[in-house]
């Protein structure tokens, strides 16, 4: 069998203090040679705790990790010449050049690919002289990922790539991040961002409270809401009960399910046109109007509101 | 996997090297930096050798009340240098203008002769005002002479001018010392703080790189700095002042080596556990306030109570000035300073021990 680029068991780490800390309760993952794996949850999940743990960072509190079928203890410096890290908010000496630090990069490895070419994959030729101080915050997080691919790694670490970063500065990196994934290399990302997985992982696992929820391709866990299309409504004057059952329209024919929030009733459903003509007969016979009704199809952001009843960010998603 | 990189020779791409590199660029594009390092102390250094320069011989303002006598005692004065030329032209008026003359600090002393009974002459002066004490004696001596004093003893002069025992030659090992114990504290530990501020320590330690590669590179360059630190220094002392080393030029880069691994030293285990700047800085300051007051950098420990003393000899800083002194003043062998040069080296492994227990990578 194929040695997987990634593979944990049990892991768990707990902070030492009043009360302990239970960051990372008990996760088990598996991430296949060249493939693209997405840990999603909202801040303070225990992403970072494990993927730090994942890159030998931090210590376990307990459980097994294997990276590329090595252990942290018996060849650490084996695993460093073959993974690539990019931490969150790393900042760069400001006064030396998008070259120079990955000279500098460059020169801890034993084998690797050029810094020239580093800085081509990430396109940052007309750069390369600038100091990092003048670079904008897409191109910082790009030298961040030359610095991590200028060891021609086979397994690649990105925490929350292209967190605060403009639309467009993202998928420039989304672009990067693919066309390494293309090259049979394996990745590992973390994000809050929804789209950003849908984009580009091949599975992801959902962290909420240092426990994986949910685990599959996104359409996957998608599938597993029920109904791929979302309807979202609104009534005025906000009529919070319709039916007899408080707002839960599961019983409704091809409605999988049903979530009421802040005025807005968000539905998960299989044939949106056989769903539609049953609201708005509810919405004559209550004697209210319609406010709003859109449908889209759904969302990983569902299948984690579906799952916890919360959202995982209120940070604005790039526009489809 | 691609072979490995084959541009620009090994050396060049050695970690160590580009570790060194990459400390020295950051420091020659930050001119606040280069200044502190380089500009201070030879500024400092200026400044204070102006200012307790040797001038040249003062001279004595004084009045002469106008009476018959007075070109006479004018004559007896100018036979002294410091009774002639600008600053010490002796002015012969009538009493009131001589008074307001003293009352308004233009003149130190007011000479007048028989005015009052028994005496040959009166000297008014205020012997409060600094310097009208020792314009008395002159006066009171060359008007003794004049009128016929023979001295039962004869005395020789013998006044220190040459190099080597003025106050900038004190000083210069002073700021020597000083230059490195403040490069070696800000030069690495504000630079690990800074890198571990902005998590590039944790990001080095997720690549293959050595610690040892980091931690002696971060030596390597902080000699490298100092070599350029004391250059400026000596020679510029040594142009603008003529201060020269009477000791063997090994023997002071020996002790200079020798303090900077001191300082670097110190400045590592004072930033292994910090986590901003405001902690190292006022860290450093703490450490580096009793050693600029006591450590013998303006003046000597001597001045201390000898309890006091025993305290500051044993602070790092001091042996290393006492150690430049003596070879950079007299000319002592290092084998004479075996015990200062223990104690340096002491400090230097005890700080390097501490800090590798305590150093804090993330």
Known sequence: ?320 | MSPPVTSGNRLASHPMMQLVLSRMREFWRQPAAVFWVYGFPLLMMVALGTAFRNRPVDKIPVTIVNTSEAPAILKILQQDERFVGPGGEVEILSPEECKQQLRTGKTLLIISANTSPGADYTFTYDPERPGSLSARNTINDLLQKAGGRRDPLSVSNNEVREPGGRYIDFLVPGLLGMGLMGGGMWGVGFAIVNLRIRKLLKRYLATPMRRSHFLGSMMISRLLFTVTEVLILVLGARWLFGVVNHGSFLAVALLVILGACQFGGMGLLIASRAETTETVSGLMNLVMLPMWIGSGVFYSVERFPAVLQMVLNALPLTPLIYSLRSVMQDGASLLSLLPQIGLISLWTIVTFALAMRWFRWQ
């Open chain 1, 1 to 320: 069998m194929e040695t997987p680029a990634i593979h944990c068991r049990e892991l768990t780490k707990t902070y030492a203090g009043r009360p302990p800390v239970e960051a990372v309760r008990g996760i088990d993952m598996t991430v296949a040679e060249g493939e693209c794996f997405g840990v999603l949850g909202p801040n303070g999940a225990g992403k970072t705790t494990t993927i730090e743990i994942l890159e030998g960072l931090l210590d376990q509190t307990s459980g097994e990790v294997e990276i590329l079928g090595m252990q942290w203890r018996h060849a650490a410096e084996s695993i460093r010449e073959s993974i690539g890290i990019s931490l969150q908010e790393t900042r760069f000496s400001d006064k030396l050049s998008v070259l120079e630090t990955l000279n500098l990069f460059r020169s801890f490895y034993r084998h690797g690919i050029t810094v020239s070419e580093a800085i081509e994959r990430v396109g940052l030729e007309d750069k390369a002289q600038a100091w990092v101080k003048n670079l904008s915050g897409g191109q910082q997080q790009r030298l961040a990922v030359a610095a991590a691919i200028v060891g021609d790694p086979r397994l690649l670490f990105l925490d929350e790539p292209t967190t605060g970063l403009d639309p467009q500065s993202r998928r420039q990196l989304w672009d990067i991040i693919r066309r390494y994934g293309a090259q049979g290399r394996s990745v590992l990302l973390t994000t809050h961002y929804m789209e950003e997985a849908e984009q580009l992982c091949d599975r992801v696992a959902i962290i909420d409270r240092g426990k994986i929820i949910a685990l599959g391709s996104p359409r996957e866990l998608i599938a597993r809401l029920g109904g791929e299309h979302v309807i979202e409504f609104t009534l005025t004057p906000n009529a919070t009960t319709l039916n007899q059952s408080e707002n839960d329209w599961t019983q409704v024919n091809h409605v999988t399910g049903s979530v009421y929030e802040d005025g807005c009733h968000r539905l998960t459903v299989t044939q949106p046109h056989l769903v539609i003509p049953q609201i708005l007969s509810h919405v004559e016979q209550a004697g209210v109007q319609l406010g709003s009704l859109t449908t889209r199809h759904a969302r990983l952001e569902d299948v984690f509101v579906q799952l916890t009843g919360r959202h995982l960010d209120d940070t604005p998603e790039v526009p489809a």
